[in-house]
């Protein structure tokens, strides 16, 4: 304190005690997007050189690039955005951050203190409106809070259920000079999070997996959330009991795909052995996951005969949509390690015999292949859009590289999910919660900005790819090798989908016409751009896009009537699947109830 | 306390939480974002050095729904505790109203009689008004308005329940 004093400088500026509070918390990159507001914090930084700046094109693309680099890395996203138009264009990246747990801090510039609330130039409400769509949000009105309120920022962030916050910085604020407080042990008065799970519990839920004779471990986002170590342990937990397990779509990577106890994803797209396992259970273990209307289908139908644990760090979840019998609250690895240690310690694996019946049963319902497809050989055929997720899965694979895959919304991110392997936690990025069409493609320019020399790829509709394709310049730029891998059927697929299921195939504004030339496109914003049209240049334009060390876009033209099976419809349970257009499991219609659902 | 009418309840939450700007605005936001009722709420700062306030909400649903706002409450980083002053015992409720009644003739001496049955203050009048004020559980002071609306025109202010639990169990 004393030495402190000692150097008698003048109080720094608000804005320089920001990126020293940024540095503090380690913060190394910054995705942002200048204007007036925020001007004293872009000085700020021009002048030092421990935080990198990313200038985005759009401050929704910065909000899913802080997505994407905080996904692959585990570590806070950074934002950095100015008042009224900078902070609204933020809005859905932060929703999207917050219904998929992701931890951010995006500060935003706001007109000076004595101006709020006069509708000066670039006011918004912004703590008012971002409110609803952030885990917490600040507005700094006092300098003496400033260096404070960035530690708790992220100390909110990333703690518990992790998620966006907000810091509204008034201009004035960032001019002032302001004290600089370093974080301290107690960053939040009230706010503590319970992270290790209660004994009595675990013991409950030792003693139902014990007795189980079908269970099923179904998982979810927060065992990625949770580090790498949950996943490991996952891993062993499947190892020591023989539990068959099924991930959620924000689950996809904690089990290894090449296990042989991976069911698949489940829900509503999900393998008809992960539906039939979940509907036929008798112990469901329930772990990070929060019982989505996706994955759950009809809820009257949802697995009738199991007993249910439900692990969640948010105990808002527990008990939410799906009543279970022993609810966990904690962080996900500390109670998959606590139950892994209890079952050990009493031995109480599930019984051997029981668990190889239940998988003969499961293996019956594998046989139905529900991910099947065919690829029509002949020269010329055109390309299967299942058939190119599986090339380019085989053929990074052999590339040996690490690689990290991204998705917009529709389709192609359906069979990204399915049909693409993912070995390991945090290289599978996707809007699940709010389904944002646009956030691939600078979610993965977050990712490749974390891992520079790794492989990373946006599986793409040629719809969503519209959403953020400014971001083409912000990868020209920083010379982000990004992939663009589109699974082009000139349709909004997946609404064309539900309009022949569900509205008598009436194509209502589902077309993509006027479509831009992506190889030109690719080319105008300084990157390179493939085409393959038929299933003979697949290959090739795969390896050639995985060989260049630039940013590509490569246009795949797939087949434009295919559809994403198996398909739970609206409504449905999840013994009543759709396997195919002509592999109807059950002649499921689709009852009014369901077509209300979304 | 907790009638229970298909399944509902009325349910009495207290909850201490740190004395910020914004915050009842984000407990307001929450019962209206997903749909939960506010029947009364009440706030104001607790704590010697007016850094905690304590917000009262009463709001009616089925026990699950009830568990849900708890934990939707609980969500909220300024919030410190949360109580559900129905479910965890024996509490007192109390609201405070205002009501003034403009009449004349017999029904103003109606009004006196009620009012003096309900020991009811008089804390305002004139030839032909008066304002009453009334604490008591919100039933009652109901049951005031109820009598009083007939004699002549009436205007209500509410204060929304206040609540605390019986006996030595604190949120403090
Ligand atoms: C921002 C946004 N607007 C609308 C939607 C609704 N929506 C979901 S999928 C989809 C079509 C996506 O088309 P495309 O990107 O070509 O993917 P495909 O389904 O064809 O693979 C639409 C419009 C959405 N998810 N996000
Ligand atoms: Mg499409």
Not at chain 1, 211 to 221: K, M, N, Q, V
Not at chain 1, 240 to 266: K, Q, R, V
Not at chain 1, 425 to 447: E, I, Q, R
Not at chain 1, 582 to 597: F, I, K, S, W
Request: proline share 5%; net charge negative.
């Amino acid at each position: 304190m004393n030495a402190e004093m000692n150097h008698a400088e003048t109080p720094a500026a608000g804005a320089q005690v920001l990126l020293r509070a940024l540095k503090e918390q380690g913060v190394e990159v910054i995705f942002g997007y200048p204007g007036g507001a925020v001007l004293p914090i872009y000085d700020a930084l021009f002048q030092q050189n421990a935080i990198r700046h990313i200038l985005v094109r759009h401050e929704q693309a910065a909000v899913h690039a802080a997505e994407g680099y905080a996904r692959s890395t585990g570590k806070v996203g950074c934002v950095l955005v100015t008042s009224g138009p900078g902070a609204t264009n933020a809005v859905t990246g932060l929703v999207d951050a917050l219904m998929d747990s992701i931890p951010l801090v995006c500060l935003t510039g706001q007109v000076p203190t004595h101006l709020i609330g006069n509708d000066a130039f670039q006011e918004a409400d912004t703590v008012g409106i971002t409110r609803p769509a952030t885990k917490h949000n600040y507005l700094v009105k006092r300098s003496e809070d400033l260096a404070r309120v960035v530690h708790e920022a992220f100390y909110v962030a990333r703690s518990g259920r992790p998620g966006p916050v907000v810091i509204d910085l008034p201009k004035d604020i960032l001019i002032k000079p302001a004290p600089y407080v370093e974080a301290t042990r107690e960053p939040h008065r009230s706010y503590r999070p319970q992270t290790e799970p209660d004994a009595a519990q675990i013991d409950r839920a030792v003693a139902l997996i014990q007795h189980s004779r079908r269970p099923i471990l179904y998982t979810g986002g927060g065992i990625i959330n949770a580090g790498p170590e949950a996943s490991a342990l996952l891993r062993e937990l499947v190892a020591e009991t023989g539990i068959p397990c099924t991930n959620t779509l924000m689950g996809l990577g904690a089990l290894p795909a090449s296990d042989p106890h991976f069911l698949g994803m489940l829900g509503m797209h999900g393998t008809y052995e992960a539906n039939m396992a979940m509907h036929g259970c008798d112990v469901m273990i329930n772990i990070g996951a929060r019982f989505d209307d996706r994955v759950t289908g009809r809820l009257n139908a949802f697995s009738p005969h199991s007993k249910k644990i439900h692990a969640d760090i948010d105990a808002s979840n527990i008990n939410k949509v799906v009543t279970v019998d022993v609810p966990i609250l904690g962080d996900a690895g500390l109670i998959l390690r606590a139950l892994l240690e209890r079952i050990r310690s009493l031995n109480a694996q599930p019984d051997r015999a029981s668990i190889t019946a239940w998988w003969r049963q499961i293996d019956s319902w594998r046989e139905k292949r529900s991910l099947a497809f065919v690829q029509p050989d002949a020269p010329g055929s055109i390309i299967k859009p299942q058939h190119a997720v599986r090339r380019l899965f085989e053929l990074t694979r052999q590339s040996g590289r690490e690689t990290f895959i991204t998705t917009e919304v529709g389709q192609h991110q359906m069979w990204a999910a399915q049909h693409f392997g993912f070995e390991r936690p945090n290289h599978w990025m996707t809007s699940g919660g709010l389904g944002t069409m646009g956030y691939g493609l600078p979610a993965a320019m977050g990712v490749q900005v974390a891992k520079p020399d790794a492989l990373v790829i946006d599986i793409a509709g040629e719809a969503s790819i519209l959403m953020n394709i400014q971001e083409m310049g912000t990868l020209a730029q920083y010379r982000l090798p990004v992939k663009v891998f589109i699974l082009n059927n000139q349709y909004m697929g997946m609404v064309r989908q539900w309009q022949e299921l569900l509205h008598g195939s009436r194509y209502s504004e589902s077309y993509s016409e006027a479509l831009p030339d992506f190889v030109k496109l690719a080319e105008s914003f300084h990157g390179v751009g493939m085409r393959a049209t038929s299933v003979d240049d697949l290959d090739r334009v795969i390896l050639e896009m995985l060989k260049c060390d630039r940013a590509v876009i490569a246009d795949i033209a797939v087949d434009q009537g295919e559809n994403v099976y198996p398909m739970i419809p609206s409504g449905a349970a999840h013994n009543e699947m759709l396997l195919g257009p002509d592999r109807h499991h059950n002649n499921t219609e689709v009852t009014n109830a369901g077509m209300v659902l979304v | 306390m907790s009638d229970t009418t298909n399944g509902q309840r009325t349910a009495t939450i207290s909850v201490l939480v740190d004395n910020e700007a914004g915050v009842l605005a984000r407990v307001i936001g929450l019962f209206s974002g997903r749909g939960y009722n506010i029947d009364s709420l009440t706030v104001a700062p607790v704590d010697a050095d007016l850094s905690r306030s304590r917000i009262t909400v009463v709001t009616r649903g089925t026990d699950l729904v009830i568990e849900q706002i708890k934990a939707q409450l609980g969500r909220l980083v300024p919030i410190h505790k949360i109580a559900d002053l129905s479910a965890d015992g024996p509490h007192v409720a109390r609201e405070l109203g205002l009501i003034k009644v403009i009449a004349r003739g017999e029904p103003r001496v109606e009004a006196l009689r009620i009012a003096d049955a309900f020991r009811a203050k008089i804390v305002d009048t004139t030839i032909e008004s008066f304002v009453f004020e009334l604490t008591g559980a919100s039933e009652k002071i109901d049951a005031f308005i109820d009598l009083m609306r007939p004699l002549g025109t009436t205007e209500i202010s509410r204060s929304g329940v206040a609540a605390i639990a019986r006996g030595t169990r604190t949120i403090i």
